[in-house]
């Protein structure tokens, strides 16, 4: 079982649509959990961090943490065009160690 | 956006030639991270610093070492680099170590061995 997990996609939704990606992390102690957008060819770049458990929102985005159940998501509403691009779930337990999923793939249709 | 330069951008070399790559940073950030990413892999950590001269392994050292003898520039080596070494490396860094510090990331190096 990978410590981190993301469904790779691509998971392409209608432009305007809400589009809603998963992640899921296997060990109980992670404690920070971040949300990166990675366009094709680009460095991964930090759109959402989340501590405690709930919804957290910032714009058109929010990122949604329940502990128990070990899973962190991200919602994005009126998806644009301009937000297909390959979405990192990353945790961290403490101190340096951030491990990352391997992605899940966006692609919002016009 | 995080002051994070990474040189070269692109290198293509032979296998068995050393190879260095840099990262620069001017956010005074005490941690520094080296990742490769490939396809099906995701990002994996190969070296990371906390302070100067400072430095630590991560899961996928062998082959690479690193050094850091300012805040900051965080080095990258390649002792003799092998084909299956040819990835994009990301230099990352963070303000500490504590987990709720998130880390920004360079625009990465494509490295080719042939």
């Known amino acids: 079982q990978k410590e981190v997990e993301q469904n790779s996609g691509p998971l392409s939704v209608p432009e305007g649509a809400i589009a809603s990606l998963n992640c899921t992390y296997s060990?109980?102690?992670?404690?920070?959990f971040f949300w990166y957008r990675q366009y094709s060819g680009k460095s991964p770049e930090l759109i959402m961090s989340?501590?405690?458990?709930g919804d957290k929102e910032d714009g058109r985005f929010t990122a949604q943490l329940n502990k128990a159940s070990q899973y962190v998501s991200l919602l994005i509403r009126d998806s644009q065009p301009s937000d297909s691009a390959t979405y990192l779930c990353?945790?961290?337990?403490?101190?340096?160690?951030?491990?990352f999923g391997t992605g899940t793939r966006l692609k919002v249709l016009a | 956006d995080a002051g994070i330069t990474q040189s070269p951008r692109h290198k293509v070399t032979e296998t068995g030639t050393p190879v260095t790559l840099r990262c620069h940073q001017t956010?005074?950030?005490?941690?520094m991270y080296w990742y490769r990413q490939d396809p099906g892999h995701g990002l994996r950590l190969i070296h990371y610093?906390?302070?100067?001269?400072?430095?630590d392994k991560g899961e996928v050292s062998d082959g690479y070492s690193v050094s850091r003898s300012k805040t900051e520039d965080f080095l990258l080596t390649l002792e003799s680099a092998t084909s299956s070494q040819t990835s994009v490396y990301f230099c990352?860094?963070?303000?500490?170590?504590?987990?709720?510090?998130?880390?920004?990331f360079g625009d990465g190096t494509r490295l080719s061995i042939l």
């Open positions: 610093s906390y302070g100067v001269k400072d430095t």
């Open positions: 990353a945790v961290n337990r403490g101190t340096y160690k951030y491990i």
């Open positions: 060990d109980r102690v992670s404690q920070s």
């Open positions: 989340i501590y405690s458990n």
């Open positions: 990352a860094i963070s303000e500490s170590g504590t987990s709720n510090q998130p880390q920004h």
């Open positions: 956010e005074n950030h005490r941690y």
